[in-house]
């Protein structure tokens, strides 16, 4: 569904992505993990249409991305932010249904409301209040919601939990999961939360410096990888990392063992 092919792209001179190529399948979700500056969410803008890359190429269902064809494109593309981009003299209702108004489907769009509402647990009493009266795990399921409006194939996530407090990330975690598995889009998930990349990944592509060092399962990552940087990165966050302890038992003696020989 997705696919970069020979990506570079930089600012200031300064690279950024380097001769990178990938593929998103379709009805996956993929994990874009690792530090910050690495390249992540620069990628998901490419993808967007919102950056074009200094060399290589992007496809969508297998349609080259040119500034022709881009923002056609990217009706069929949901898009959420970490800070969920909602406008705030808007109400909910209007953020919602900004998208749908600009590609003049309101009628059909205002009949998902109820549904998403209910998928993500959102009581409909919300739709008049402005961004400003609602709590931080409620701003991101509208945001959620406004990606979905249109019943996009993709849908990209840049961090989207990343300002939430823990109860609420694992909360809202869990509500992601079954989403996902129950509308099957093609999505992209940024992160750099280790356990976030194991709950909701099905594929996890490590980045590191604008390249890419390592794609798979978790398990693939956390009890198979040679890389040095894989075991350092996964080492970090393992005080915290782990979605299930005693399934992961394995794979920690096994980064640990690594991040020993490493030094």
């Not at 056609?72 to 705030?88: A, C, E, K, M, W």
């Not at 309101?106 to 009581?123: D, H, V, Y």
């Not at 996530?157 to 999961?177: C, F, N, S, T, V």
């Not at 350092?232 to 992961?248: C, D, G, I, K």
Request: with cysteine; net charge neutral.
């Amino acid at each position: 569904m997705l696919k970069a092919t020979r990506v570079s792209k930089g600012f200031a001179g300064k690279s950024v992505l380097t001769d990178l190529t990938l593929v998103c399948a379709t009805g996956q979700t993929t994990v874009l993990l690792g530090q910050s500056g690495c390249g992540k969410s620069t990628l998901l803008r490419l993808f967007m249409g919102l950056l074009w890359p200094d060399s290589g190429a992007i496809e969508i269902a297998g349609t080259l991305v040119t500034e022709t064809n881009a923002r056609s494109l990217r009706r069929d593309i949901g898009y959420v932010t970490q800070d969920g981009g909602l406008f705030p003299h808007l109400t909910v209702r209007d953020n919602i249904l900004l998208a749908a108004r600009y590609f003049k489907v309101e009628p059909a769009a205002q009949c998902q409301i109820q549904p998403l509402f209910a998928m993500t647990k959102l009581s409909p009493e919300l739709l008049g209040r402005f961004p400003c009266e609602l709590s931080g795990g409620q701003r991101q399921r509208v945001s959620l919601i406004r990606a979905l409006i249109l019943d996009p194939s993709i849908v990209l996530l840049d961090e989207p939990m990343g300002a939430l407090d823990p109860m609420i990330h694992r909360e809202l975690q869990e509500d992601l999961k079954i989403i996902f598995s129950t509308l099957r889009k093609t999505v992209v998930l940024v992160t750099h939360d280790v356990s976030e990349a194991a709950f909701l990944g099905e594929k996890i592509i490590m980045l590191n410096q604008g390249a890419i060092v390592q794609e798979g399962s978790f398990a693939d990552l956390s009890q198979k990888s040679k890389e040095p940087f894989v075991v350092a990165f996964l080492a970090a966050q393992r005080s915290v990392a782990w979605p299930n302890e005693q399934a992961t038992v394995p794979a920690k003696k096994a980064v640990e063992h690594g991040a020993r020989h490493d030094h």
